[in-house]
Each structure stands twice: as structure tokens, then as C-alpha cells.
């Protein structure tokens, strides 16, 4: 269990959706949150401010997370800086939509080497000073469609169903270490990553929502500050759905 010590927190891809929801949920004096972005430095300086505004900190490095060095290099500033390692949670994905029979090998591998690989090298850079200190919590945003699948998403389904192998087997290998891995499977969230569809298909996959509407980025947040409370000290290797009924396994 962490000390009265504020909380090291890692995001990856917290500069915007989903990771800057997640950076503003653990916002607070109680934790140093530390997020990498890819391409925006504007956007990262806007979380820094928003998290900033809750009375919280927050560092946004850029991190190719595709790098193992990077990686490597980015949790040893995190455990440099605060002598801990408490929540890291895989957010950064990247879709190159298309057709299986016409998909170029370049966007499968962009799309498994930024959502699959990128994670893992995360998980393993962060695991070893969790280890050390016999706590941690992990959390990896799959997607619902890495159940289900999704026409022209091939390499994005198989990339969260991956995913998914990925945190049932972590959390076989670090439970004993006090150590939880558990992943959120958001459905459709309204984020820059869904706003690029037309109202006519936004309309139509709202049609086969229960709940007749999309799900906010601060929804899925929730979900992952509770996976990273105390509250869940019991939960690994589970995959938690918010998507407002359109998919019950």
C-alpha cells in the first residue's frame, strides 16, 4: 500500500481525450502526474494549465513510446524525480482505418506498434520499481471493438485485442507483488479520434446505443481513477466496459 507521499502517476498520450481526462481525474495535491504526447506541444501545455487550475501537477514529456530507450528513459525521470512509481495507465493509440485487403503493412504496423508495443514497453519499464516497492496499479485503455471487432479496423481491433492478452497475463505475473492490471474498454467516447466521422454515421452507431447517446472521456476516467483506488485493491486482470449497454459480454 503507497505512503501519505504524493502519488507518481503516468499517463501516455495525455495531451488530449481520453489520457488529458484521465491526467484531470488524478488532478490534486496528492499526486505529480506525468504524461507523454507525440505531436502537439500546445495541446500538452494546455493539460499542464488544466491540471494546474485543480491544484495539481503535471509534466508533459515527449515520448515516442514506440522506443523502448525513450520508454526507459522517460519512468526512470518519473522514479528519479519522486523515488516512486505508483499508477501508470496505457493510453496513447493512434487508427489507420481501411479495408483488410487493402490495408498497407505500414498502418498495421503503425497502429500495433503504437497501441500494442508502445504498451508493453511501458508496462515493463514501469512494473520494475513497482516491483521494488511491492505496489502498483496499471490500467490499459483497450476499446470495445477488440471484443467485438469492427469492419475497416483490422489492425486496430487486433491491436486492443491484444491488449487485453496483455493485462490477464501481467496480472498473473505481478499479483504476488501486490500489483494490479486491469484495462478499460471504452465503446464510443466523443473524442477527436470520433469527430472525424460524418453526422450520418455518428447517427447511426448512436442508434445502436442503449443509452441513445456517446460517452465523455471524463466517463472513462472515472472508471480508471477507481481501478487505481484502494476501493480496487482486489480487481486484476479484469476488463471493465464503458459503453453505454452497446456491447455486454
Not at 32 to 59: C, D, H
Amino acid at each position: 500500500m503507497p505512503d501519505t507521499n504524493p502519488r507518481s502517476i503516468v499517463v501516455t498520450g495525455g495531451s488530449r481525450g481520453i489520457g488529458r481526462a484521465v491526467c484531470l481525474e488524478f488532478a490534486g495535491p496528492d499526486t505529480r502526474i506525468f504524461f507523454n504526447y507525440a505531436s502537439s506541444e500546445e495541446a500538452a501545455r494546455q493539460t499542464e494549465s488544466l491540471v494546474a487550475e485543480k491544484g495539481g501537477t503535471a509534466v508533459g514529456i515527449r515520448v515516442d513510446v514506440t522506443s523502448e530507450a525513450e520508454v526507459s528513459a522517460f519512468i526512470k525521470k518519473v522514479v528519479d524525480d519522486t523515488g516512486r512509481m505508483d499508477v501508470l495507465v496505457n493510453n496513447a493509440g493512434v487508427t489507420r482505418d481501411g479495408l483488410l485487403v487493402r490495408m498497407k503493412e505500414s498502418d498495421w504496423e503503425t497502429v500495433c506498434d503504437t497501441n500494442l508495443k508502445g504498451a508493453f514497453f511501458c508496462l515493463k519499464a514501469a512494473a520494475r520499481p513497482m516491483m521494488k516497492q511491492r505496489y502498483g496499479r496499471i490500467i490499459n485503455i483497450t476499446s470495445m471493438v477488440g471484443v467485438t471487432g469492427n469492419a475497416g479496423q483490422a489492425n486496430y481491433c487486433a491491436s486492443k485485442a491484444g491488449l487485453i492478452g496483455l493485462t490477464r497475463s501481467a496480472a498473473r505475473e505481478l499479483a504476488s507483488r501486490q500489483i494490479t492490471v486491469n484495462a478499460v474498454a471504452p465503446g464510443f467516447i466523443d473524442t477527436d479520434m470520433t469527430a472525424t466521422l460524418s453526422e450520418e454515421a455518428i447517427g447511426s452507431i448512436i442508434d445502436q446505443i442503449p443509452m441513445q447517446r456517446t460517452g465523455s472521456p471524463s466517463e472513462v476516467a472515472g472508471v480508471v481513477a477507481f481501478l487505481a483506488s484502494e476501493r480496487a485493491a482486489y480487481i486484476t486482470g479484469q476488463v471493465l466496459h464503458v459503453n453505454g449497454g452497446m456491447f455486454t459480454s
